[in-house]
């Protein structure tokens, strides 16, 4: 399976050149296969014509499943026998919390909606003016962007777009300031050059697209005002630089950005990217997962302080080989943020506690210790409604489990209970959290990769 691990930690340097016809900037209605929930898959070849050459042959490695439970690390020389796995060093564990009878979370089984290619990444906004979330996928493959407009209960119609890259990187906001879900979408266009693409939302579900190079590879990306103009700026994580890099694209307020600052910090391919006050000053700062050390041995969880000057001040906290994944949120409920992120090649969430004026207790401490099969991406969140934040992680197939999202009940301290298992699609590695129904809870949607497919699952508690 080393395959597998590997195959998904090269994820953007695996991506293919697309090329796309002049002009294509048109809504397609999408008509084959709207509102046609797929029976549930774990694994197998979706199609003979699939075009990704690394990251899906491994996705679909005949090897059984079974097998997922022994991911390797990838340190030099050295293989991880399942016991080894365990938090990375330098870690703590946070010390056990029987919530007992407590854990209340639960989801509905998902509906699951083809999406006939490559899907990457997902974003939630109001794309259509109708005041309900909608979801917008970045695509790989033939597509570049699928929109999937929620027509209430939960049920989602599709639409496609095509632009002049490929979908990789995802994120929505207002970027032009008239009120309305805009989207930001990079990925590689013709001949291997990178590319952003800015649609700003008319209001009916459709877009006006306007283009920029760029020189970063864009894997993570993020919309937040970090110069306090109140003009939303952009925020890119170049993943094919080594040292890392961000960069970012200060907002005119109109849709368009001024040419890129970048930040320059220790590691190699970072991934998620967000934007967030994590120090209470009130600027916003940038949080981002890096996947690797300079040397390959390990992972951080980067929080890059906001100078207000257009510098940052950057502090990095170990949290495993493989990092890809983070998010931010007052876990202790103590009124500082606090910083999570999880490791693929140990399957360990951590959490990094925020002490205020600018400090994190130096050690991360596991709150989930090879429970969760490839951890590629979560949210914190509280998905019950009892004031303490919660943690959902996706998780493949592997040890007996299925593909599922894995939701640890938090109890307002460093405590979680064990994870709760509730199947999606196969090989999930993205996910976004809105109330799609209208009931006044989190729903959850699944980017699926191996079926190229999204899962909505809706949120049940009580």
Excluded: W
């Amino acid at each position: 399976m080393q395959k597998q691990l590997i195959a998904l930690f090269v994820l953007f340097t695996a991506c293919e050149s697309f090329k796309h016809g002049p002009g294509s900037y048109g809504i397609t209605d999408g008509s084959t296969g709207d509102l046609q929930p797929m029976p549930m898959s774990d694994g197998g070849p979706s199609s003979p014509t699939d075009m990704r050459p690394i990251i899906e042959d491994a996705i679909h490695d005949p090897e059984p499943p079974a097998d997922f439970g022994s991911l390797p690390d990838l340190t030099p020389g050295r293989d991880l026998a399942p016991t080894d796995l365990g938090p990375p060093p330098g870690m703590d564990m946070a010390p056990p919390t029987d919530l007992g009878p407590t854990v209340s979370i639960s989801f509905a089984n998902p509906t699951t909606y083809s999406i006939g290619a490559a899907p990457n990444a997902l974003s939630s906004g109001d794309f259509n003016g109708d005041g309900r979330p909608d979801i917008a996928v970045a695509v790989e493959d033939g597509v570049d962007l699928a929109l999937f407009f929620n027509q209430g209960g939960g049920l989602f119609t599709r639409q496609y777009m095509t632009l002049p890259s490929s979908g990789r990187a995802i994120a929505s906001g207002d970027v032009n300031g008239d009120g309305k879900s805009d989207l930001v979408l990079g990925g590689i266009a013709g001949g291997g050059s990178y590319l952003i693409n800015i649609l700003l939302a008319v209001g009916d579900g459709t877009f006006t697209a306007s283009s920029l190079f760029t020189t970063a590879a864009p894997y993570g990306m993020a919309i937040g005002d970090l110069d306090g103009d109140s003009k939303a700026d952009l925020v890119v994580a170049n993943y094919a630089s080594s040292p890392v890099t961000f960069a970012v694209y200060h907002g005119r307020g109109d849709g368009s950005f001024e040419a890129p600052a970048n930040t320059v910090a220790s590691g190699k391919q970072p991934q998620k990217v967000i934007i967030a006050d994590v120090n209470g000053d009130g600027k916003k700062d940038v949080v981002m997962s890096i996947a690797q050390d300079s040397i390959g041995r390990t992972g951080y969880v980067g929080a890059f302080l906001n100078l207000g000057n257009g510098q940052f001040a950057n502090q990095l906290f170990l949290t495993g080989n493989l990092t890809l994944t983070c998010a931010v949120a007052d876990v202790n409920n103590d009124g500082h943020i606090d910083l999570l992120a999880s490791a693929i090649s140990n399957n360990t969430a951590s959490v990094v506690l925020g002490l205020g004026s600018n400090m994190f207790k130096p050690t991360a401490i596991a709150i989930s210790d090879n429970q969760v099969i490839y951890p590629i991406a979560m949210l914190a969140q509280d998905f019950d409604r009892d004031g303490n934040i919660d943690v959902a992680l996706t998780s493949s197939s592997g040890t007996g489990m299925p593909s599922s999202i894995a939701v640890l009940q938090g109890s307002g301290s460093t405590s979680f209970a064990d994870p709760v298992f509730f199947p999606t699609g196969a090989n999930p590695i993205d996910l976004v959290a809105a109330d799609f129904n209208d009931d006044g809870k989190l729903d959850v949607a699944t980017v699926d990769h191996s079926p190229n497919s999204i899962s909505v699952l809706l949120n049940v508690s009580r």
